[in-house]
């Protein structure tokens, strides 16, 4: 099984190596030591853990808000507008999500550069590379 060390944990799971290790000392993610003394997670272990996070991401109140799974929530980078068309770019972690929307819907959610967003992901087709 593999292992991923705190820093890899956090770049998977979208937070701080700080936050990372905060997890791990509050025990909310059990750790384990290599041969030379790194703190380790178990793959299993951290599979598990990103659902948790990813659920607590989606719920406001313990109960679940939209039925799109798929949520990054992140910040606006880019918003072009056409004439009738736009395209919204928002970073997510180390994602980058680029939504291509109707100009109206861009403006009634009056989303601009810096502001926070969450881009919700639902499709038919996910492709998966191995790592």
Known sequence: MQSYTIGQAARLLGVSPD??????????????????????INGRD????????????HTEGGEPYTSARNAFPGIVTA???????????????????????????????GLEVGMRATARV??????????
């Open 122 to 131: 639902k499709s038919t087709s996910v492709h998966i590379d191995r790592a």
């Open 19 to 40: 936050t990372a290790r905060r997890w791990a000392d509050a025990g909310r993610v059990v750790t384990h030591r290599d041969e030379v003394g790194r703190r380790l």
């Open 46 to 57: 951290l599979a598990a853990f990103s659902l948790e996070v990813g659920q607590g991401a």
């Open 79 to 109: 918003v072009r507008l056409g004439d009738v068309s736009a395209q919204v770019d928002i970073q997510a972690g180390p994602h980058r999500l680029v939504s291509l929307l109707t100009r109206e819907a861009v403006e009634e959610l």
